[in-house]
């Protein structure tokens, strides 16, 4: 099992690139989410997936776009890199089944920095 | 709204006991849980307390949740160098309800 995968585990673009970060669980976890972590910020939510084909927006999703191709991926795309998305992304997994806990089981992450 | 709040950092001597504290805003938290952070990881659930709860004990792990003030802790006993982390709270309504983060408290274990 490897649980939650993320690639790449590092990237830096220029302003304006755009990029792909990749996501893949094999808990068969129907909900996933992507995350990002700044300094003294905690973890922010931007976007989440409860079930396969559905997504919606988390607190932070401006500049981002998400797909939930199947069950298992989850990918971030990032259209157009702008320097404040310089941070460390987590994609994270969890079977939330309703009214039982959202045990949440996280990537390694990917460190990203726009230049 | 919704809010999680926790000290920054905590320096403790090894072989002391590490307490984290934590109080959330949201009176409809079912669930209460803590993570660790070890550098360069991710996120990885130390243990989860049910809101009907006052306490929990997992090895050196203790848990206390008042319910009435909102506050919850982490108690690690015997804190080991290996220890050294970012701890955070977080709590949610259960499955179908987003988790809500604190922003972290880093514990330093001084040997």
């Known amino acids: 099992n490897a649980g939650v995968t993320q690639t790449p585990k590092f990237q830096v673009l220029k302003t304006g690139q755009s990029m792909t970060l990749q996501c893949a669980q094999d808990m068969n976890h129907n909900s996933m989410y992507w995350y990002r972590q700044d300094p003294g910020m905690g973890l922010r939510l931007i976007y989440y997936s409860a079930s396969e084909g559905t997504t919606d927006k988390g607190e932070v999703p401006n500049g981002y776009n998400v797909s939930r191709l199947n069950k298992r991926e989850f990918s971030l795309r990032l259209e157009s890199a702008a320097p404040s998305q310089t941070s460390v992304y987590f994609c994270?997994?969890?079977?939330?089944?309703?009214?039982?806990?959202?045990?949440?089981?996280f990537g390694p992450g990917t460190r990203l920095t726009v230049l | 709204g919704e809010d999680v709040e926790q000290s920054l950092f905590l320096s403790v001597r090894e072989g002391d006991s590490s307490v984290i504290n934590c109080t959330y805003t949201?009176?409809?938290?079912?669930?209460l849980y803590w993570y660790k952070q070890e550098p360069g990881a991710g996120l990885q659930l130390l243990t989860y307390i049910f809101s009907n709860m006052d306490m929990k004990q997992d090895q050196r792990l203790t848990v206390l949740l008042n319910k009435k003030d909102k506050h919850l802790s982490l108690r690690i006993a015997d804190t080991q160098t290996g220890d050294s982390a970012i701890y955070f709270c977080?709590?949610?309504?259960?499955?179908?309800?987003?988790?809500?983060f604190g922003a972290g408290t880093r514990l330093f274990v001084k040997a």
């Open positions: 977080a709590e949610s309504r259960g499955g179908g309800f987003k988790t809500i």
């Open positions: 994270a997994s969890s079977e939330a089944l309703a009214g039982g806990p959202d045990t949440q089981y």
């Open positions: 949201d009176s409809s938290s079912t669930y």
